[in-house]
């Protein structure tokens, strides 16, 4: 295919750009739904003379529907955003970001969608519907999968449908809530994805972080034991990557361990781990829920993570954790892959 899209850039450059023009629309209109011209024209970077032109000849096609509300992509719309998403991803390079990835990070497999999830929003959703797609494919029913929180997380919610999976499944939060906005707590997260799977799913209502007597007194009882061992044995663990010293502020964390943190060089953080840039673990909170160590034992564990500002996040991850797919956007691979020091 590679070949094939080099010759059309010679032969018929112009093609290859009306090609991808197109589809972005088509996909922008996919996302947003409806949507009107000028929130199009700003969605895809385009002037809204150039947008009403491609709108109209994409509706002519029968690909768009134009309705009082705004714009909807028509079933065989969709058909064809599918079908051109392999295509297009070779044509705009993406295909070989995966590739070095791959390499850079030893990851078995990588997904990269493009844009920059740091300043657009629709980047997350891009995401989602590509953690969703792997989903289709790996995940059997009666299996049980963690979840961490976040707002990309949110966003593989988001982008579940009931067909999603084939059978039944169990969605558990990988650890407890960190006081952030709710529709962002891994516990409102897994009860999204069980209504959209129709699944079933449990909760785990404890703080994060914990203090020393706290933690211990929660881990007597029956009731968080019992999610605990279902949590710690998961078949698939689906989490995101955070930014180390912006994590520290959501959990409020006190003067001294953000010193710590900074005289420590955290740049990462994951399951309450915190990352120096060699992957070395610097700090630990206090919290109920999966460990580092439990990874080891689930059947697939899927990092999803993007945004330019997260790059020395992510590689410090990958460092030393367990992923069996990453997936990110064009931005944070570009910086991974161009800054020599990551």
Same mark, same amino acid.
């Given at each position: 295919?590679?070949?094939?899209?080099?010759?059309?850039?010679?032969?018929?450059?112009?093609? &290859?750009?009306?090609?991808?023009?197109?589809?972005? =629309?088509?996909?922008?209109?996919?996302?947003?739904?409806?949507? #009107?011209?000028? #929130? &199009?024209a700003?969605?895809?970077?385009?002037?809204?003379? =150039?947008?009403?032109?491609?709108?109209?000849?994409?509706?002519?096609?029968?690909?768009?529907?134009?309705?009082?509300?705004?714009?909807?992509?028509?079933?065989? #719309?969709?058909?064809?955003?599918?079908?051109?998403?392999?295509?297009?991803?070779?044509?705009?390079?993406?295909?070989?970001?995966?590739?070095?990835?791959?390499d850079?990070?030893?990851?078995?497999?990588?997904?990269?969608?493009? #844009?920059?999830?740091?300043?657009?929003?629709?980047?997350?959703?891009?995401?989602?519907?590509?953690?969703?797609?792997?989903?289709?494919?790996?995940?059997?029913?009666?299996?049980?999968?963690?979840?961490?929180?976040g707002?990309?997380?949110?966003?593989?919610?988001?982008?579940?449908t009931p067909?999603?999976?084939?059978?039944?499944?169990?969605?558990?939060?990988?650890?407890?809530?960190?006081?952030?906005?709710?529709?962002?707590?891994?516990?409102? =997260?897994?009860a999204?994805?069980?209504?959209?799977t129709?699944?079933?799913?449990?909760?785990?209502?404890?703080?994060?972080?914990?203090?020393?007597?706290?933690?211990?007194?929660?881990l007597?009882?029956?009731?968080?034991?019992?999610? &605990?061992?279902?949590?710690?044995?998961?078949?698939?663990?689906?989490?995101?990557?955070?930014?180390?010293?912006?994590?520290?502020?959501?959990?409020?964390?006190?003067?001294?361990?953000?010193?710590?943190?900074?005289?420590?060089?955290?740049?990462?953080?994951?399951?309450?781990?915190?990352?120096?840039?060699?992957?070395?673990?610097?700090?630990?909170?206090?919290?109920?829920?999966?460990?580092?160590?439990?990874?080891?034992?689930?059947?697939?564990?899927i990092?999803?993570?993007?945004?330019?500002?997260?790059?020395?996040?992510?590689?410090?991850?990958?460092e030393q954790?367990?992923?069996?797919?990453?997936?990110?956007?064009?931005?944070?691979?570009?910086?991974?892959?161009?800054?020599?020091?990551?």
């Amino acid at each position: 295919m590679r070949a094939l899209i080099d010759l059309q850039k010679k032969l018929y450059p112009d093609l &290859l750009h009306v090609m991808q023009q197109r589809y972005s =629309i088509l996909n922008s209109v996919s996302l947003f739904q409806p949507i #009107g011209r000028r #929130g &199009l024209a700003e969605h895809v970077a385009l002037s809204e003379r =150039i947008v009403r032109a491609e709108v109209d000849f994409l509706h002519n096609q029968g690909l768009l529907n134009i309705t009082t509300k705004g714009m909807l992509i028509t079933e065989e #719309g969709k058909v064809v955003v599918d079908q051109l998403a392999v295509f297009m991803k070779e044509v705009m390079g993406l295909s070989v970001l995966e590739e070095q990835l791959k390499d850079k990070l030893h990851v078995e497999q990588v997904m990269v969608v493009p #844009g920059n999830s740091d300043n657009e929003s629709w980047v997350k959703q891009e995401m989602g519907k590509a953690c969703v797609s792997f989903f289709n494919s790996t995940v059997a029913a009666d299996q049980t999968i963690a979840v961490t929180g976040g707002t990309t997380m949110a966003a593989v919610a988001q982008a579940m449908t009931p067909s999603d999976i084939s059978g039944p499944c169990l969605f558990v939060p990988a650890r407890g809530g960190i006081g952030e906005k709710v529709e962002n707590q891994a516990n409102t =997260i897994v009860a999204e994805m069980a209504r959209k799977t129709n699944g079933d799913y449990r909760m785990l209502y404890v703080p994060d972080p914990l203090s020393e007597t706290s933690y211990h007194t929660m881990l007597r009882e029956p009731s968080i034991n019992e999610i &605990l061992e279902l949590i710690r044995k998961s078949d698939v663990v689906l989490h995101g990557i955070g930014d180390a010293l912006t994590m520290a502020k959501r959990r409020k964390t006190g003067n001294e361990i953000m010193r710590q943190l900074a005289d420590k060089h955290a740049v990462g953080e994951a399951f309450g781990y915190y990352f120096n840039k060699a992957g070395d673990v610097v700090y630990k909170v206090r919290t109920i829920g999966i460990q580092l160590e439990d990874l080891d034992s689930a059947k697939c564990v899927i990092t999803v993570a993007g945004g330019s500002s997260k790059a020395q996040a992510i590689a410090s991850y990958f460092e030393q954790g367990k992923s069996d797919l990453f997936i990110t956007d064009e931005a944070a691979a570009e910086q991974i892959l161009g800054d020599e020091s990551l």
